[in-house]
């Protein structure tokens, strides 16, 4: 399920996830499941058609992102895989940034970060032409609804209904989730 949000030139994306790291680090094997949300740069494209076609709509370059994650071995609620990453490089995430705040609760962290979109680009070294001001304030109006639908997804994935492993073929992705 994949759950989009967009603003003037920042969007946000929401999607549960499945995830197995071929390269974990100590103490982070096994499979992981939960929910990512990542800040996108969002991008309108000319119009294919007459003036009444659908706009092109490019849910383009991440910025930040956010892992709701935990092992599928693990408690459910433990959020013990829970993690940030503050910058990318290009399209490739920065390493794992475990946060005491964040795996204590969660939600709260995120909406508090989402409401903060001036400092979440700040840390990822964006250039602050790539959002407005009205992007920061509509974020922050919706930054409940935004969290409210990671909320969903994760009583989706704890019930069992999302975040479901990829197929167990040999050429099978280590990895289901639209993000």
């Known amino acids: 399920m994949l759950y989009v ?8 994306a929401v999607s549960d996830i499945f995830f ?7 103490g982070q094997e096994g499979a992981e499941r939960g929910v990512r949300l990542e800040v996108r740069v969002l991008e309108q494209a000319e119009l294919k058609g007459s003036i ?14 956010v892992d709701l994650l935990e092992s ?11 993690h940030h990453h503050p910058a990318f490089t290009g399209w490739e995430p920065g390493p794992r940034v475990f946060d005491k705040e ?15 979109l001036d400092g979440v680009l700040r840390e990822a070294g964006v250039e602050p032409d790539d959002a407005t001001a ?3 304030a509509r974020l922050r109006e919706r930054a409940p609804e935004i969290v409210d639908s990671a ?11 999302l975040a479901r492993p990829p197929g167990e073929g040999p050429d099978d992705n280590v990895r289901a989730s639209w993000l």
């Open 20 to 26: 197995v790291d071929p390269n974990p680090d100590k």
């Open 102 to 116: 964040l795996s204590a609760d969660p939600l709260g962290w995120l909406e508090g970060r989402l409401g903060d």
């Open 134 to 136: 009205a992007d920061a």
């Open 5 to 12: 949000f967009g603003f003037e030139r920042i969007g946000v």
């Open 151 to 161: 909320r969903r997804l994760l009583a989706g994935v704890r019930a069992g209904e």
């Open 52 to 65: 009444y076609s659908a706009r092109p709509i490019r849910v383009d370059r991440p910025v930040w992102r």
């Open 72 to 82: 599928v071995a693990g408690e459910p609620g433990s959020f013990d895989r829970t």
